[in-house]
């Protein structure tokens, strides 16, 4: 699994509302990868609000070259997508030596036991299912990427 790494966090950034959002940011950014633009907007607003800087994809194909032109720190990926579903982006980031230690939240309606094992077996760190609730969502991220050593929570309430 990954180790937990030190912090090289630099500046503090703050949610929509201006707001301090209690986590101090390194460079770099997530990666959202959903054929819904609907359910694209409304994550990148999420994520958004909670100070991480965003990008997104409409397919695998499209993510594939977002990944390579600028590597993200983190995936977030729906599942049943046209052209290269979150199942096959997912095996390609962790086939791949300069992106496997990214890590990879898969978020889909498909909920049973088998859907999870399945996108934990195709290399996903985490699996949510739709609907969920955003605070889980945000609570996924944050921990992944302070696994990773990317982010670091303020735990001095400033």
Do not use: H
């Amino acid at each position: 699994m990954l180790a937990i790494g030190q912090n090289i966090c630099q500046n503090r950034l703050f949610a929509d509302n201006g707001e301090q959002s209690g986590w101090e940011f390194s460079m770099g950014m997530v990666l959202v990868v959903d054929d819904s633009a609907l359910a694209r907007e409304m994550l990148m607003g999420e994520l958004r609000r909670a100070g991480f800087a965003v990008e997104t994809a409409i397919d695998g194909v499209d993510a594939k070259a977002k990944i390579l032109a600028n590597p993200p720190i983190l995936v977030v990926t729906d599942l049943i997508m046209p052209n290269v579903n979150g199942y096959e982006l997912c095996r390609w980031i962790k086939a791949n030596p300069s992106t496997l230690k990214v890590p990879v939240i898969m978020c889909s309606t498909k909920g049973e036991d088998f859907d999870r094992y399945w996108g934990m077996k195709q290399g996903a760190d985490a699996y949510l299912t739709k609907p969920y609730q955003a605070k889980d969502m945000i609570n996924a991220v944050k921990y992944l990427l302070e696994e990773t050593g990317y982010y670091q929570e303020d735990t001095m309430g400033f």
